[in-house]
């Protein structure tokens, strides 16, 4: 199994409060996503994610077929660390940590996802030529996004 990593940082003019209001809530997902994923929450979210939370979604991530991905919240250190696991999906392991700092300018978002595809070599070799990629352009787009929900 190879794991993987991906890493991104991006200042947001808002306060620690906002910030945590807005990615606590699982509805927000929907917007921080490409279209071209056709990403679907599938089951019944509170406005506010707490540990133990599980959630079903439903993605269109390869060759236009849908597939479920299911994710745990594992971790909730309000205002400034929740975590995410994948449970049941279209990776061998996904661990994605996200991070939140006040600073003079505002929040520092930091994420962290550690990641590995199934069916090893064949993971790799599609890792290599679409995976990544793909990962780069969602959180592209997140970030595109959020510079236009929090301008400054």
């Known amino acids: ?6 890493s991104r940082t991006q200042i947001l003019p808002i306060t620690l409060s906002e910030a945590w209001a807005y990615f606590s809530d699982p509805n927000n997902l929907c917007d921080l996503t490409p279209e071209w994923l ?3 929450i599938r089951s019944n ?3 506010r994610m707490h540990p133990g939370m599980i959630i079903e979604y ?3 991530a390869l060759a236009g077929i849908p597939m479920n991905w ?4 594992t971790h909730v250190v309000e205002p400034v660390l929740f975590v995410d696991e994948q449970r049941f999906g279209p990776y061998r392991f996904w661990h994605h940590q996200h991070h939140f700092r006040e600073i003079d300018r505002g929040v520092e978002m930091y994420d ?3 990641y590995s595809l199934p069916f090893w070599p064949l993971g790799s070799l599609m890792h290599a030529l679409h995976v990544r990629k793909k990962l780069r352009e969602i959180f ?3 970030q595109e996004h959020l510079k236009v929900v929090f301008p400054g």
Not at 70 to 73: G, L, M, N, P, V
């Open 1 to 6: 199994m190879t794991l993987h990593a991906l």
């Open 38 to 40: 056709c990403f679907d």
């Open 45 to 47: 979210v509170p406005p």
């Open 58 to 60: 439903r993605i269109t």
């Open 70 to 73: 299911i994710t745990e919240i």
């Open 112 to 114: 962290l996802v550690h």
């Open 140 to 142: 592209d787009h997140r």
